[in-house]
């Protein structure tokens, strides 16, 4: 075999590969956003099918043969290949680690539990919930001791996401942020609260949030020849390739803020997928590179650009064009201090971007200890509420707007909320670190965002997975990742909003 | 090989297959509603890898191999298994007749005859699509010739939609239909119009239009669980399974009368598809056995039912609470002659009742001709305008509104048409012998359709594919096909309706 046989034989099956991956992915997308609901039975049928043939081709042996063989002549490879070869045989370690039956039972799991969940969460109970979720933590505590057998399983579910992460980091992030973040909202609720009741309780009716949502699309710079919306119960963002991307959104009639901030959030994670190089495009390389660094660009959009006073004074406009009547004598500072609100509340995707972090807190140490057995899945409801208390002070009423709120469980993405918090806190470290060069604020009172996504299209976005995401932050920063610009841009903010 | 294990690699190959056509529809379906516009490429390359795999699992040695052994011991089969070998084989043996080489110019042929065909719509330029009409045709009769020597080609395309249809019978259902629609249509255009205005011109919101869609699915008993509807440029329906079936309908603002057609026309596909039995499920035999009795059901819900003075009754109390300035002082009776205006037209999609044969008819006789040579492509424009004026008596300005209208040829649907004038035929034929047990206007009227889908269901749905058409018409109907029933039910109704 010649290195060039072998990187045909390689990218054959990488191709095979990505189609059949783009199929199951318009299969998920379909399913939720205009599939009939009793759709979910013949779709997990085809979805088994594909995993299966997905599952059989990512391990072939000519492909692990060539694959090999490229790692055995790496030096005769250029820098992409040699990474992109790297990257798949680790991956494919994860994979051939876990017994093909046990895969595809995953798979048809993780179909059935979507529509459990929904349910759950419709009715408000855990007992219908618990045994898929027991399943779900069981087969990821038992594939991450396939995978790495002489390391804690959530040790290695946690670097699954986000590369060389592990408790003990994880612990000193959040304890950091603990440090900062619980006092200062302690300061912010002795203080008189902001007024925001005009964003609340009005009929924004759903047809004039769309236009919204495609105004914003516009302004955050998103080509939407390549990227189109849809309704979903909780909204997110899918990508096929660097032409087709897909964000969701939710449209609750009784405010326009939900849907505003959830475009503009999965509007940032659609931002990094179109702009991965081209030259990356048809390899394992295209595309984010990793969950936190994925939220830390759709948190930059949402919060450190969608939340600053600029931003509202630029599409206020648009907004009381769109709302005559709801927003009447409404000024844009008003607005401001609206959408930057903080306070205590229930559910993670609404929450303020100062008690976000703690929200994500909560469930890290539930997961953490579903892992190591301290906790068991019928003590989940009253684990949840009893941390809710703790950190943001309040109770929980129902289990819908407790421990069954997040879709992130049934969807088998267990040991990823930390990214989250991880992805805010480096937002806000590339914002000072792009401040040195791009003047922010200038930029967003323009109307034309490009010197900002330009930014972030040479420092993150054009990279693809070329390196892994530590190596990548610190390229970007020029130095390596510290907490602390997380906790001094929340209290600046917040200090002057409530005047503390 | 056993029987039981000839059944088993059979079912695994034919559970495989559909699992692929599953995935390829739902990529259609998403590429034509929701997918960005650059998304194409990526999906081409997704639907070629994934049609590929197709092709390899249906021409596979071993399921070829268990097909023929279970023909060969079918007395040891019960009867749905033995139909559905036979219909397998059947369907085998025609692109088994057909030299590879030539199948795959063929593939490659349409392909490129698309996007020729909508340019040359586009520019209403016939002389760019003539050389590749002229290839299609060309190939048609080629391969109808491989797949039947010694019968007529048009004779043999007209089977392969309509098993049994042959010109004879084809050329006495026209003649029966010529002979009393052109006269009466003469008689209709001399009498004074009816006045259609109201539901032109007015402006009728697409998100009113859709609330209006949601209630036209429920009052024809679509179960929304299994079915839903999306936005097109051209309405159509697709399916996946009995529990996933998807409608497509298009929002034209300036009337509501068009979409609301496309709803009740695709809802009938759609009733139709959602009630095969339960034991055909998954097997060849599930679904719309052929594109007449397909149209049948479509145009049954459409004209039979949504266009009769009972069902207009029924939901104007709805469209009124939907469009109360639109539809202010407006009456049923209004509503119900509205709906109902006859005249001729050039665009066959969007003829009305009475009209819509004679456009079939025209197309019919030049498929014919072109078949057996007597005329040739160049004459194409010159023929269809010419039969425009005889049958229809209007000049037709130009050929994108005239002979470049439709999309079939260019998509290789050659001996199509016809299944629409016979599907209105069969329909009409069903609802005389439905009225000998079913009060149709009666259950109409009480806004309760289930008397009138029980006996479709009965008669016709859940039968799948089990029997050939015109046995399964036969048996429904209790007697052979008969056009009368069809040109009896036109007449008395225009005859009504303008006062004749």
Chains 1, 2 share one sequence.
């Not at 001791?145 to 959530?154: I, S, V």
Request: charged content about 25%; glycine content about 6%.
């Amino acid at each position: 075999m010649t290195t060039q046989e072998a990187l045909k034989i390689y990218r054959d099956h990488i191709a095979r590969m990505k189609a059949l991956n783009h199929a199951m992915g318009i299969l998920s997308y379909d399913g939720a956003t205009t599939a009939p609901v009793e759709s979910a039975e013949g779709r997990g049928k085809t979805l088994a099918y594909l995993s299966n043939c997905a599952y059989e081709i990512e391990t072939a042996p000519a492909l692990m043969e060539a694959a090999q063989f490229l790692k055995d002549h790496s030096q005769e490879l250029n820098p992409q290949d040699r990474r992109e070869i790297e990257l798949f045989l680790r991956e494919n370690e994860y994979t051939a680690s876990i017994p093909q039956e046990e895969f595809v039972a995953y798979v048809e799991l993780l179909n059935k539990a979507d529509a459990v969940w929904h349910k759950a969460k419709q009715d408000s109970d855990f007992a219908s919930f618990a045994p898929i979720v027991k399943d779900i933590f069981e087969t990821n505590v038992r594939f991450a001791k396939y995978y790495k057998p002489g390391q804690a399983p959530y040790d290695t579910q946690l670097s699954r996401y986000e590369r060389g992460l592990t408790m003990e980091k994880t612990d000193a992030f959040f304890n950091a942020l603990k440090e900062r973040i619980v006092p200062l909202l302690k300061k912010v609720m002795a203080k008189p609260q902001v007024d925001d009741s005009f964003i609340w309780g009005k009929l924004y009716p759903t047809e004039a949030q769309r236009k919204f949502s495609d105004y914003l699309m516009d302004v955050i710079t998103i080509n939407k020849d390549r990227c189109s919306i849809g309704e979903t119960e909780h909204p997110f963002t899918t990508f096929f390739n660097k032409k087709d991307v897909r964000i969701t959104t939710h449209y609750h009639e009784e405010t326009p803020i939900y849907s505003m901030y959830s475009v503009i959030h999965e509007g940032g994670h659609a931002l990094y997928e179109l702009h991965s190089a081209d030259e990356l495009e048809g390899t394992l390389l295209s595309g984010g590179v990793s969950m936190s660094i994925h939220e830390s660009q759709s948190r930059f959009m949402e919060n450190y650009i969608g939340r600053s006073r600029e931003f509202i004074g630029l599409i206020f406009p648009k907004m009381q064009e769109l709302f005559p009547e709801q927003l009447a004598g409404v000024t844009p500072e008003q607005m401001y201090l609206a959408v930057n609100k903080a306070e205590p509340s229930l559910i993670r995707t609404e929450a303020d971007e100062l008690t976000y972090a703690l929200h994500v807190l909560v469930r890290y140490e539930i997961e953490k200890s579903l892992f190591d057995g301290s906790i068991s899945v019928e003590e989940l409801p009253a684990v949840w509420n009893a941390k809710y208390k703790e950190y943001l002070g309040i109770e929980v009423p129902d289990d819908k707007r407790g421990v069954l709120q997040d879709s992130h469980w049934s969807g088998g993405n267990v040991g990823y909320f930390p990214s989250y918090a991880l992805g805010s806190a480096y937002g806000a470290q590339m914002l000072a670190k792009m401040r040195q060069s791009v003047d922010v604020e200038g930029a967003i009172r323009s109307g034309d965002l490009r010197p900002i996504t330009g930014w972030l299209e040479e420092h993150i976005w054009k990279f693809g997975c070329l390196y892994d995401p530590m190596e990548l932050l610190e390229r970007a920063l020029g130095e390596p990742f510290n907490p602390r610009y997380f906790t001094d841009y929340l209290e600046e903010k917040f200090t002057a909003i409530y005047g503390l």
